[in-house]
């Protein structure tokens, strides 16, 4: 049985966020309803297959429903940073996408990361509902974020460090 299942259905407001320096930095997902905000920590990779899992996920929809209305993914990045509380449930180990057509809202949901001796049915679940726009803005926004990081080096692909790379390419030299 899960430590705990929680709905926020449906999100006033769904959104991700990275706090620290590029490098440090810890990523959060996090859907507000009512007074009611709920917080899980992501990681950078995460939030990169969620934006583009949604891109496509709604791609998918528009084609089977083409009377479906376009979702905007137009955001105020004021309105997209993560609010206090950050005061995280638990680390997300899972994440993934489902739809409600009688609803028009997306789900994303999200399962607690165990440790390896850890019952995997004790994980607890959150699942935000939001609207379809709400999602864009989301995987948009989280595009935005992910980019912000360390430059990524153009010989091997890995994130450069300010103080320099030790990049397997060069043969180890710094650049």
């Known amino acids: 049985m899960p430590r705990f299942e929680i709905d926020v259905d449906p999100c006033d407001h769904i959104t991700a966020d990275a706090i620290g320096k590029p490098g440090q930095r810890v990523f959060y997902l996090q859907a507000y309803q009512d007074a009611r905000t709920i917080?899980?920590?992501?990681?950078?990779?995460?939030?990169?297959?969620?934006?583009?899992?949604?891109?496509q996920f709604l791609g998918q929809l528009s084609q089977q429903n083409p009377d479906l209305e376009e979702a905007s993914g137009d955001y105020v990045e004021d309105a997209m940073r993560?609010?206090?509380?950050?005061?995280?449930?638990?680390?997300?180990?899972?994440?993934?996408?489902?739809?409600d057509k009688d609803r028009d809202l997306v789900v994303v949901f999200?399962?607690?990361?165990?440790?390896?001796?850890?019952?995997?049915?004790?994980?607890?679940?959150?699942?935000?509902?939001?609207?379809?726009?709400?999602?864009?803005?989301?995987?948009?926004?989280?595009?935005?974020?992910?980019?912000?990081?360390r430059p990524i080096c153009p010989q091997c692909g890995q994130p450069m460090e300010p103080e320099g790379h030790f990049?397997?390419?060069?043969?180890?030299?710094?650049?």
């Open 167 to 175: 990049c397997p390419k060069k043969n180890g030299h710094m650049r």
């Open 39 to 55: 917080t899980i920590i992501i990681e950078k990779a995460q939030l990169i297959s969620l934006a583009v899992g949604v891109e």
């Open 82 to 99: 993560i609010h206090p509380p950050v005061d995280p449930l638990y680390r997300a180990g899972e994440i993934g996408l489902g739809y």
């Open 110 to 149: 999200t399962k607690e990361l165990l440790t390896e001796d850890a019952e995997p049915e004790s994980a607890a679940t959150v699942r935000f509902w939001a609207t379809r726009t709400q999602m864009r803005r989301l995987a948009r926004w989280g595009q935005d974020v992910t980019s912000r990081g």
